[in-house]
T-cell receptor, first 114, second 113 residues
Framework: DQQVKQNSPSLSVQEGRISILNCDYT??????FLWYKKYPAEGPTFLIS?????DKNEDGRFTVFLNKSAKHLSLHIVPSQPGDSAVYFC?????????????FGTGTRLTIIP | DSGVTQTPKHLITATGQRVTLRCSPR?????VYWYQQSLDQGLQFLIQ???????AKGNILERFSAQQFPDLHSELNLSSLELGDSALYFC????????????FGSGTQLSVL
């Protein structure tokens, strides 16, 4: 039962253009969402997060949008740079679950083409 | 550098064997999480400890166990290993363990032959 889904295993984007990574979730109890970035041979690193009380959060070139009614979030990277090539994981948690573990999606491999 | 240290980086062993993976959290972090990443899979939550006590349990097999010691380092014990246990095992830490971003180690790659 995959509660957090990233349906695109891979995405290629030209350098300088916008990268849009998508994530869907099924559990309406999730109220906190995060994006992690992972380079080969390294652990995932935190990128950006959003609480369910917001619909947008911005940090430099990275913006996360949350559509609660659609149970959908997306990560926008503008402009895309070669160093953004990595695997991106979407994650979610719910403060009312009795535990606060993060549930991760399967990841999207982003390749930025110079 | 996340500040989370995992050892060893690579482990090769045979079916039926037992191994121990070690994790040292970031200084000051009380919560430790273990995740498993198999090929083409997302990060599967195994177990969480907070200040020495088990806090949450995920899809952890009965052959697997973990503990967090008084100095807050944690160990994940995997026994009666099977081929399907081959995966990347990540440890992560956070200060409180509640809706917080996690800091991940670089993982232990386990290969069961």
């Amino acid at each position: 039962d995959q509660q957090v889904k990233q349906n695109s295993p891979s995405l290629s984007v030209q350098e300088g253009r916008i990268s849009i990574l998508n994530c869907d979730y099924t559990n309406s109890m999730f109220d906190y969402f995060l994006w992690y970035k992972k380079y080969p041979a390294e652990g995932p690193t935190f990128l950006i997060s959003i609480s369910s009380i917001k619909d947008k959060n911005e940090d430099g070139r990275f913006t996360v949008f949350l559509n609660k009614s659609a149970k959908h979030l997306s990560l926008h990277i503008v402009p895309s740079q070669p160093g953004d090539s990595a695997v991106y994981f979407c994650a979610a948690s719910g403060s009312n679950f009795g535990n606060e573990k993060l549930t991760f999606g399967t990841g999207t491999r982003l390749t930025i083409i110079p | 550098d996340s500040g989370v240290t995992q050892t060893p980086k690579h482990l090769i062993t045979a079916t039926g064997q037992r191994v121990t993976l070690r994790c040292s959290p970031r200084s000051g972090d009380l919560s430790v999480y273990w995740y498993q990443q198999s090929l083409d899979q997302g990060l599967q939550f195994l177990i969480q400890y907070y200040n020495g006590e088990e806090r949450a349990k995920g899809n952890i097999l009965e052959r697997f166990s973990a503990q967090q010691f008084p100095d807050l380092h944690s160990e994940l014990n995997l026994s009666s290993l099977e081929l399907g246990d081959s995966a990347l095992y990540f440890c992560a830490s956070s200060s409180k363990g509640v809706n917080e971003k996690l800091f991940f180690g670089s993982g232990t790659q386990l290969s069961v032959l």
